[in-house]
């Protein structure tokens, strides 16, 4: 295995990209219509479904990566329910500040569709956790080392794949 590229080599740049994606989202949800792109702002009304926006897909889509990806971040059991519950709070936030952002309106639909993200988020995340066993820790307690890096640990030396 080339040196430099298990996962656990990279916590701060795993974070970094967490919370970048977490500040660019919520600059999206908060910003006055006229702050939007002309692309974004043309885009978000499509329908996808009679009662399925792209906006409102965009929303359950965001939160379900940002929630995925929390199931890379180096924290044990208690720091990623800590992230989870951020993310639940945040839908909660953005839809509430949005009732006082001109031309934007909070709404209880999206508070919904944000949990259905993060909800789709939690599954995902479990079954990639379950296939690969790199998420099975006490409380408390971050992955090890080798059981992240995927090349050390086991007994054979055999790497399980992400």
């Known amino acids: 295995m080339i040196s430099g590229t298990g996962p656990q080599r990279a916590p701060g740049l795993r974070w970094t990209v967490w919370v970048a994606a977490l500040v660019v ?11 939007l792109p002309t692309w974004l702002r043309t885009t978000v009304g499509h329908k996808v479904t009679t009662d399925l926006s792209v906006g409102k897909f965009a929303h359950g889509v965001m939160y379900g990566a940002l929630t995925l990806w929390t199931f890379m971040l180096p924290v044990g059991r208690f720091g990623w329910l800590i992230c989870v519950l951020i993310l639940s709070l ?19 639909q999206d508070v919904g569709i944000d949990h259905v993200g993060i909800a789709l988020g939690l599954m995902l995340g479990g079954v990639g ?7 099975c820790r006490p409380a408390g307690q971050m992955p ?14 055999d790497a399980r794949p992400l």
Do not use: I, K
């Open 90 to 108: 945040h839908g909660f936030g953005t839809e509430f500040v949005q009732l006082y952002v001109p031309g934007r309106h909070g709404r209880w």
């Open 25 to 35: 989202y919520t600059y999206l949800l908060l910003a006055p219509d006229p702050w």
């Open 129 to 135: 956790c379950w296939l690969t066993g790199r998420c």
């Open 144 to 157: 090890a080392a080798s059981q992240m890096d995927g090349d050390a640990g086991h007994e054979n030396g």
